[in-house]
């Protein structure tokens, strides 16, 4: 049996890249949330857990073992370098849980990794094919405003300003979905979803 495609999708923060993978996992595509597994693996994965202590120390975590989220955050949001590090423990654990996880997805033809950062953490070079979801920056702003109301627009240009350049995404990607709102998004995942198909055929 031939295994499945990997593609991993992305997109800036209000691009509506989790939109998107609903659509995809409503045609059958099973989804593996880079995001949401990374939060987890910060504290059920043991190696992890304490690699992130020896270097952010104990107060990274409460005591009942739940990672101290604040305490993180204060550590690393404004020092880039910190963040890096950060990252760098914890990507090579998730890129190992996926890895594992597309082991048990055989049955179908292919298989979404969602991440915000696919390109900077470098896994986009293990997948066959990678989309990025493209919105313009002024309507991601106010769609994170609106979803996230502890957040002031001058935050979300800074996550904006941490991530990789919209251009540069773009150039890299093999597939772009516009989400502008100026264009159905439902026929564009279609459109993809049976490429992907005929691909693994």
């Not at 950060?86 to 298989?111: E, F, I, K, M, T």
């Not at 109301?149 to 890299?172: C, F, G, S, W, Y």
Request: hydrophobic letters at 40%; charged letters at 20%; glycine letters at 6%.
């Amino acid at each position: 049996m031939k295994p499945p495609i990997q593609v991993g999708i992305t997109g800036g923060i209000g691009s509506g890249k989790s939109l998107v993978c609903k659509i995809f996992q409503c045609l059958g595509v099973p989804v593996y949330d880079a995001d949401r597994h990374a939060k987890e693996l910060m504290t059920t994965d043991g190696i992890l857990v304490s690699e992130i202590k020896k270097e952010f120390g104990v107060l990274s975590y409460n005591e009942d073992g739940s990672l101290n989220r604040s305490y993180l955050a204060g550590t690393v949001f404004n020092d880039s370098a910190r963040l890096k590090t950060l990252n760098s423990l914890v990507h090579p654990r998730v890129g190992l849980n996926y890895q594992q996880w597309v082991a048990h997805q055989v049955n179908h033809p292919y298989v979404l990794k969602e991440a915000a950062l696919l390109f900077e953490s470098g896994s986009h070079q293990l997948l066959d094919k990678v989309i990025v979801v493209h919105a313009p920056e002024s309507l991601r702003v106010q769609r994170v405003l609106k979803r996230d109301h502890h957040r002031t627009a001058d935050q979300i240009l800074a996550i904006i300003k941490n991530q990789m350049p919209e251009e540069v995404k773009l150039k890299r990607a093999d597939f772009m979905i516009q989400n502008d709102e100026t264009i159905l998004l439902i026929p564009q995942v279609i459109a993809l979803h049976q490429h992907f198909i005929s691909m693994h055929s």
